[in-house]
């Protein structure tokens, strides 16, 4: 696969308060992304993922490294027009309804007439926005606002999508449509650089992650290859049984009426708890063996550093 | 192309600013009340009227391209609509001259608004149309397009309130700089004659796009004055946008 992002040393500090103390803000991060993954960019709070983005955008310089898309250096013309960014919260011209704002963007591609009222019409099609047309943008919500500002970043049909926290601040079903959307963009061959803190959603969607803390890349690689499939502890759930005689084999974590969660760490020991249920006539209501999560693998890094 | 697209994006969001209505109003205000002024007035009423008028439109002209042009791009970092827009293929230079463009069309109908208003009262007094009060008003428009520049310019940097006030800085030092050349005259060789030179030297002379007086009062002015007057404000508006220019190309978007 060839590579579409290429990301070499790059440093960036800013300065700051009245004094202008220096703090750096990323300290040596390169990474690579290859052409059709989607790749996780994920880190907490603060560690260097949007100052990352503006920098590979052009809308802050880095002191050191290198940037390339698709070969091309990253603030040249031919890399700009291979790709399509979609800020963190945006915030757009509100007094443009949905379809001026589109058409104004379009104006800069230099997008023929008919072309552009094409791209316009579908892209408001799959943001699943074309009743809203003609509605200023002060009126759309915040979900309406999010996919709006994909439909802005998919406009010139790029082949790198840079998402910059595209989930924050959705409730659930937002949260599904912009996956949606990700998941079709997959589908259709792009690149999808997708920055963000929320686990769950990384989890189901990217192919690769890369792990930043404090301005440097801690963990980076395939999801299958960071996260171990071994098996480290079991969620049974179970009723009827005598809550003192599990104590031995796992740990009880609450109860809930009869209902009693236990977390069973030795994986012969998940027989036995099933051997006690039956004897005692109780119930085993769910047995869950519990891998390693993105999460784990995450708070486990954040808390070494 | 990408600069009149932005060029129409500035024009249509300027115009919606609701101080520049304001703006209109008071101007509206003191171009009528000139009329009054004119009645308490020994000497010629049309003359006090024109006087009255043509410096309105120069005074809430430029407070109309000190109070918009100085948020204007300001405006578009703190909200961060310029994110979206840098990242498109498109220059910062580009983006930069987009915003004074659509200033420059924003205050260009508004001249035209205010000046309806002012050839109309002019009309009532007179019975006829005096076209030579286009010729104030077309370096009234130079002038402002030069303050459109300036008030740009600190809006690269700064903040609007900061901005603003520099920009009216700008603006009446412009307008009294010919004093440092009577100056120029009165002090002894030495320092201060010289740091006097360099200011006047320095200093922008707004008093070049000033043909009030000499329209009113029917004088004779020389085509080479004209041809001066509009180079200058050309220059100076070019040297102002190059050095606004280099300053965005390498400012952070944080």
Partial sequence: MATVLKIENLHKSFKLGFLLKKKEILRGISLSVE????????????????????????????????????????????????????????YFYDHLTA????????????????????????LLRLVDLEDSADLQLRKFSR????????????????SLVFLDEPLGGLDPLGRKEIRDIITRLKDEGKTVFLSSHILQDIEMICNR??????????NQGALHDLISEKILFTEVILSGVNEKELKELGECLSGHGDRILLKVFKEENVEKVLQLAQSSKGKVHSLIPRTETLEDLFVGIVKQR | ????????????????????????????????????????????????????????????????AILIGTGLVFKEIDKKTIYTIISKPIHRYQFLLGK?????????????????????????????IEWEML??????????????????????????????????????????????????????????KTLARFLYHFLPDLENFNFKTEIVQHLDIPSEVYLYSILYGIFYTLFVLIIAVLIFRKRDFI
């Fill in chain 2, 1 to 64: 192309m990408k600069i009149k697209a932005i060029a129409f994006n500035t024009f249509r969001e300027a115009i919606r600013d609701r101080i520049l209505y304001l703006l209109l109003f008071f101007a509206a205000v003191c171009i009528i009340f000139s009329r009054l002024l004119a009645l308490l007035t020994v000497g010629d009423k049309v003359k006090i009227i024109k006087d009255v008028g043509l410096s309105s439109l120069s005074l809430f002209g430029a407070l109309m």
């Fill in chain 1, 209 to 218: 992650v890369a792990i930043i803390v404090n301005g440097e890349i801690i």
């Fill in chain 2, 100 to 128: 004074f463009f659509g200033l420059v069309l924003t205050l260009f109908i508004m001249l035209l608004l205010m000046s309806f208003i002012f050839l109309a009262l002019v009309f009532f007094h007179t019975f006829t």
């Fill in chain 1, 99 to 122: 379809s001026e704002f589109l058409d104004y963007y379009s104006q800069l591609f230099l997008m023929k007439k008919e072309a552009k009222e094409e791209k316009i019409k579908s």
């Fill in chain 2, 135 to 192: 010729i104030a008003i077309l370096f009234i428009f130079f002038e402002l397009c030069l303050i459109t520049s300036v008030a740009l310019l600190f809006s690269c940097f700064s903040t609007p309130i900061l901005s603003s006030i520099f920009s009216l800085a700008f603006y009446l030092i412009g307008h009294t700089a010919w004093g440092i050349e009577t100056l120029i005259k009165k002090i002894p060789p030495g320092a201060g």
């Fill in chain 1, 35 to 90: 052409q059709g993954e989607v790749f996780g960019y994920l880190g907490p709070n603060g560690a260097g993922k949007t100052t990352t983005i503006k920098c590979i955008l052009g809308l802050i310089f880095p002191e050191k490294g290198n940037i390339e898309i698709f070969g091309h250096p990253h603030l040249s013309s031919k890399a700009k027009e291979k790709t399509g960014f979609l800020p963190e919260n945006p």
């Fill in chain 1, 143 to 158: 979900g309406m606002l999010q996919r709006i500002g994909m439909a802005q970043a998919l406009l010139n049909d790029p």
